[in-house]
């Protein structure tokens, strides 16, 4: 038994972004062409973290990357084998997970540093650490302009390995604003100074940062400039499927996640008659009432009234009264012949031929807010069904 809305996560769709991604990557004559990091952080963006991590190792992702520790450990225990990079700050205490696990943890902080070096020492063991830069978002990160000052201690430190050196930008979706660029220029003064730092910092052995990889592109800067591609690119949103907006992209990508209902109740309303809490959506004429069973438990957004539609029978149908909290109302007066169990599609497509397609993007614009939102709140009782 299942209930009958359902997140449909298409596995294949999935790897394909992540080859087309892959093979954007490489079109590009004369260089290279970046690694990729791939993103699946909150539950792989709400799609499920074990089978599309599993997945995207399969697709040939050489590392993956998650928001905690707590995360990486769900990665490992459902059998993932490739390097997986911790984004987040670490807590200070627990850190032992880095280690049973074999997770590669972001030190963005002094104090991060020495609580990882205190317990790579107590461990034995020399842990390699990608080194987070701040550039100009002012959230985590060693600010690009006091490395000389902060960093010594930590390329020094006897049980930490620098892997990888990288920033994130706070505007890549913007193509307007001049920080983008500020942060990327920010970037490579702070590679050229650790650069400059690590041989005195590493006790005077040859330069560790030459072989250091450095990354700092997600899906909409590596869309918008391959300047920033470096050695490798950290894509979340794209492999999913979904283009950020308002960036635009000629890489051929396939929505991974759909979500379907069904109705469940079919009601008439006279003329006067007002529908769900707050009596807000009142009929003018006599109208016709479909029910469906998803509300804002399941992470379906309040604003949707009078704002969303979904697909009925392949065509349109508005989400009128208020979203509640197990279920929404969409009228489908002008669609005919509406029966109970037919199927509702909140975000994919419907129909053979002629069929109609609501993207998450759609959703997200309809209600403010940015498609990250949608799939990540795909609320834990939607069961997600797999096909590969
Ligand atoms: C979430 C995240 C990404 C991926 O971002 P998208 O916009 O989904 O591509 C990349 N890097 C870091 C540090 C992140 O936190």
């Given at each position: 038994?299942?209930?009958?809305?359902?997140?449909?996560?298409?596995?294949?769709?999935?790897?394909?972004?992540?080859l087309?991604?892959?093979?954007?990557?490489?079109?590009?004559?004369?260089?290279?062409?970046p690694s990729?990091?791939?993103?699946?952080?909150?539950?792989?963006?709400?799609?499920?973290?074990?089978?599309?991590?599993?997945?995207?190792e399969?697709?040939?992702?050489?590392?993956?990357?998650?928001?905690?520790?707590?995360?990486?450990?769900?990665?490992?225990?459902?059998?993932?084998?490739v390097?997986?990079?911790?984004?987040?700050?670490?807590s200070?205490?627990?850190?032992?997970?880095?280690?049973e696990?074999?997770?590669?943890?972001?030190?963005?902080?002094?104090?991060?540093?020495?609580?990882?070096?205190t317990?790579?020492?107590?461990?034995?063991?020399?842990i390699?650490?990608?080194?987070?830069?701040?550039?100009?978002?002012?959230?985590?990160?060693?600010?690009?302009?006091?490395?000389?000052?902060?960093?010594?201690?930590?390329?020094?430190?006897a049980?930490?390995?620098?892997e990888?050196?990288?920033?994130?930008?706070?505007?890549?979706?913007?193509p307007?604003?001049?920080?983008?660029?500020?942060?990327?220029?920010?970037?490579?003064?702070?590679?050229?100074?650790?650069d400059?730092?690590?041989?005195?910092a590493?006790?005077g052995?040859?330069?560790?940062?030459?072989?250091?990889?450095?990354?700092?592109?997600?899906?909409?800067?590596?869309?918008?400039?391959s300047?920033?591609?470096?050695?490798?690119?950290?894509?979340?949103l794209?492999?999913?499927?979904?283009?950020?907006?308002?960036l635009?992209?000629?890489?051929?990508?396939?929505?991974?996640?759909?979500?379907?209902?069904?109705v469940?109740?079919?009601?008439?309303?006279?003329?006067?008659?007002?529908?769900g809490?707050?009596?807000?959506?009142?009929?003018?004429?006599p109208?016709?009432?479909?029910?469906v069973p998803?509300?804002?438990?399941?992470?379906?957004?309040?604003?949707?009234?009078?704002?969303?539609?979904?697909?009925?029978?392949?065509?349109?149908?508005?989400?009128?009264?208020?979203v509640?909290?197990?279920?929404?109302?969409?009228?489908?007066?002008?669609?005919?012949?509406?029966?109970?169990?037919?199927?509702?599609?909140?975000?994919?497509?419907?129909?053979?031929?002629?069929?109609q397609?609501?993207?998450?993007?759609?959703m997200?614009?309809?209600?403010?807010?940015i498609?990250?939102e949608?799939?990540?709140?795909?609320?834990a009782?939607?069961?997600?069904q797999?096909?590969?």
């Amino acid at each position: 038994m299942i209930r009958s809305t359902v997140a449909r996560i298409d596995l294949d769709a999935l790897k394909r972004n992540f080859l087309a991604i892959r093979s954007h990557l490489a079109a590009e004559p004369g260089r290279t062409p970046p690694s990729i990091i791939a993103v699946v952080k909150a539950n792989a963006y709400g799609h499920g973290s074990e089978r599309v991590a599993l997945a995207l190792e399969q697709a040939g992702a050489t590392m993956l990357a998650c928001a905690d520790i707590e995360e990486g450990i769900v990665l490992r225990r459902a059998g993932v084998r490739v390097p997986v990079l911790v984004f987040g700050a670490l807590s200070v205490s627990d850190l032992d997970g880095l280690f049973e696990y074999a997770l590669t943890p972001t030190i963005s902080t002094p104090s991060a540093a020495r609580a990882v070096q205190t317990a790579a020492a107590r461990h034995g063991i020399t842990i390699g650490y990608h080194l987070k830069i701040d550039t100009g978002m002012n959230r985590l990160g060693f600010r690009y302009d006091n490395l000389r000052r902060t960093l010594p201690e930590l390329l020094g430190s006897a049980n930490l390995r620098l892997e990888a050196i990288y920033t994130h930008f706070a505007t890549a979706d913007d193509p307007e604003g001049s920080l983008f660029d500020d942060q990327r220029l920010r970037f490579d003064q702070a590679l050229a100074t650790i650069d400059a730092l690590a041989p005195a910092a590493a006790g005077g052995v040859s330069s560790p940062v030459r072989s250091v990889r450095r990354h700092a592109g997600n899906s909409a800067a590596l869309l918008r400039d391959s300047r920033v591609w470096y050695d490798v690119v950290r894509p979340g949103l794209l492999l999913y499927g979904i283009v950020p907006p308002p960036l635009a992209s000629t890489v051929p990508l396939t929505p991974v996640m759909s979500l379907t209902s069904r109705v469940v109740a079919v009601k008439g309303l006279r003329p006067g008659e007002a529908v769900g809490y707050g009596a807000r959506f009142r009929a003018s004429a006599p109208a016709t009432i479909a029910v469906v069973p998803a509300g804002y438990a399941d992470g379906l957004d309040l604003r949707l009234e009078g704002r969303g539609q979904v697909l009925i029978r392949g065509r349109r149908a508005p989400i009128v009264g208020a979203v509640s909290m197990d279920m929404m109302t969409v009228d489908v007066t002008s669609l005919g012949d509406v029966q109970p169990g037919d199927e509702v599609v909140v975000v994919g497509r419907q129909g053979d031929e002629s069929w109609q397609q609501i993207g998450v993007r759609e959703m997200a614009a309809a209600i403010g807010t940015i498609p990250y939102e949608i799939v990540c709140r795909v609320g834990a009782r939607i069961e997600r069904q797999y096909s590969a």
